[in-house]
């Protein structure tokens, strides 16, 4: 019986081919869509699942209210958080601490050396909450000793080949240093413990090596000077403790700070990933409701296409009742049509569900490129072949199940005869109008979302990163204070000397990434109580920084290379806007002079208040920062170019470079494309929604085309009638869009309040946003109505074109 149904499926495929391929090519794209949708949604939410017990694993968040009532809510916090409650508190198992260094570091193993930006400094109990994968060595002894380094395959490479380098020194520089015979050393020798396999992606720890903690003789006290700067993990022994943890936290802040305004709180790994953005996040994290928005696309799809099928299927309901009726005398019954009806819509699925898989192998290098996930490999394995086969399950109930019910109720006399009445079309001008909205929300959406990334990457950033070459600072022989400051001074007057420079400054931050220097609960104007103290960044820069980067002055000055005092932070700071703010001047103009307490014991004296610039993206408030004068900070040396550098002069300068800082790697990038990395989660996010909201309006799209091109065919001989009374292609237009017009407005009225509420609460994650503004919602509707004017002309000429003496003939 089955494989009848299946032949006079085929049948009927072959007669009605053009609304099969319809059919076939809006379910295709919208199941590939799905299962786009499906591995990119599925990568998001499987972060961090890999780690053992990973639902007991949990991160410490700090939260602070600063002076001005706000909250600061970090995902660091201080170092006796983790040893307190390990050895104060039954509920823990283990814990480990995380931190990362003041700066890059160069990593040296005999005469191959290089820059390695991703370091971590972390406890030895580090593998004892993370199972990440060993090539070399084991968790266990991989940080057992004092020195110990781990580093992942693809470093470990460049030092070693692909020979094992457990047990091997390696030097490293920059990272972390310490006090011998009064003299700081920068310099230490580590020892490899291990080296792990390449890191899985759908980890929110980002790293390439690992050095331990355990590198001082006092650790504890040695730790308990870094503040606030610790990524603190726990593994509860079971989740019922959970509730206790919080009472345990409390206690701990009252241990050790006086403050009231601080709270500690638990972080569950395996949501940090999609709900975790916090200040000094580790890595830059996804979006819990970007990915939902995602998910909602995808499910609206595979409506949308399964609502065109419904559609055709009701719509040539009527010319299918004498084929029901005949079935109906000779053999079958209602449940037998039903089942044939239904296997129709499954071969339909199956085909689109295999044009779809075709449609996947054809993309795949472009979107491995565009949404950086690989579906080739998935295709052939087991679980996701079940997937498939439950979408194609669901497909076929959720698109052929109300027209197999329709059809097969039939009656046969009426059938017959022809006294089927017609389908009033209330449904499938309700499924239309759906469609219709969906589409102005998935105009709507893409046009907001785009005018917000075009904003945050034009917007003034208050600081000029254009045509600027920037190089990581000298780590290694660098010589005492007078020597570097010689060799700095050397380089500069060199390097200007090059074609396309026009100068050269330094600084100890960079625009783009978070200022480590952090000045926590004492910085505050003379005579204002501690407890007024907020928290502001401060950072050292060169005398010509501040007018290099273009950085407007709103009071006083900026550093001056005659000013001795200006070269002591001791002395002089400046500060921008949002700390003077935040210390309480009303104007610029009442800082200036004023003296504040600062680190280290001094009140320097404000010389100069600065602009605000964009210090991060634009999700982010503006930072108060405090900046120090100094004739060398280390960490980047800015180029600022009047031209694209070329590489003879790149070449040149590398020269110069060796002759000054012999030793240190040559690394270089543009700063404006690094700034521009912090909207790359923006960037890909943009990419997979303007493609799937552009594939929900193509499918959408061939859906209408299909039903006008059946309205308009079962219509050619009221359409000869009218062409002969005199009707011309205008009328012929407006007949066939009375209805639409109405569809087109009531989706008009349902679409926008829903474009406008959540346009507006997903802008509330940027601090600095565009405004929705009227064009933004009218242009979604004008090019909903030019597709629809479209899809109409085109079958308007192609009915009015028919001969009306063959179509009345035929009738």
Known sequence: MIIYFIKLAYRNFKRNWIFSMINILGLGIALASCILIYEYVSKEWSYDKFHTNYERIFRIQQTTETSDQQKRESATTFSA???????????????TRIHIPPGDAVLQYEDKFFREEGLLGVDTSFFDIFNFAFKYGNATTALNYNNAVVLTEIVAKKYFGDSNPVGKEIEIEGAYGYYENGRYVRRSTHVVGGVLEELPSNTHLKFDVLISLNLYYNLEQQLSNWGDSFYTYVKLKNLSKQPYIAEELDAIVTKYRSDNNMKLELQRM??????????????LNGSESLTWIITIIAVLILVIASTNYVNFSIARSIDRTKEVGIRKIYWANSTQLFFQLLIESFLINAFALLAACLLIIVTQPILADLLEIDLLQKLYNLQFQILLFGLL??????????????????????????????????????????????SVLAIGSTLILYQQMNFMKSKDLGIDIDKTLVINGPNINTGNDSIYNSKVNTFKIEANKLSGIDGVTLANFIPGKEIRGKARGYVRRLGVNEDQA??????????????????EVLAGRTFNKSSGSDLNFKNSVIINKEASELLGFSTPEEALGEKIYYRINSTPTIIGVVDNFHQYAMDQRYQPIIFEGKIDPEKYYYLKLS??????????????????????????FYLDQ????????????????????????????????????????????????RKILGAERWDISIFLSKDISIMICLATIISLPILYYFSSNWLLNYAFKIDL???????PILLLVAIAAMVIIVQTLRVYNINPSITLKEE
């Not at 958080?81 to 814990?95: C, G, P």
């Not at 079309?425 to 469609?435: A, E, I, S």
């Not at 907020?534 to 010509?544: E, K, P």
């Not at 923006?682 to 799937?692: E, G, R, S, T």
Request: charged residues 15%; neutral net charge; glycine residues 6%.
């Open 643 to 668: 031209e694209k550098i070329n590489h003879s002069s790149l070449l040149n300068l590398q020269s110069i470079w060796s002759n000054n800082f012999p030793g240190n790697p040559f690394n270089y």
């Open 393 to 438: 399950v669901i497909g076929t109930l959720f698109s052929g199940f109300y027209p197999a019910f329709y059809i097969s109720r039939l009656q046969v006399d009426n059938a017959l005869n022809n006294a089927i009445k017609k389908p009033k079309g209330q449904l499938r001008k309700v499924l239309v109008t759906f469609q219709f909205a969906c």
């Open 534 to 551: 907020g928290t502001y960044a401060f950072s050292q820069v060169d005398l010509d920084f501040l007018p290099s980067f273009n950085i």
């Open 674 to 721: 690094y700034y521009n990395r912090q909207y790359e989660r923006d960037d890909l996010f943009m990419k997979a929604f303007v493609l799937f909201a552009g594939l929900s309006i193509l499918v959408a799209t061939i859906g209408f085309f299909g039903l006008i091109y059946y309205t308009a065919s079962s219509k050619v001989q009221e359409i000869g009638i």
């Open 81 to 95: 958080v983790a040893t307190e409650l390990n050895t104060s508190y039954a509920s823990i198992e283990s814990f």
């Open 270 to 283: 395996q949501a940090i990933h999609l709900a975790s953005n916090l200040t000094n996040e580790i890595a």
């Open 773 to 779: 503004v009227w064009w933004m919602f009218v242009i």
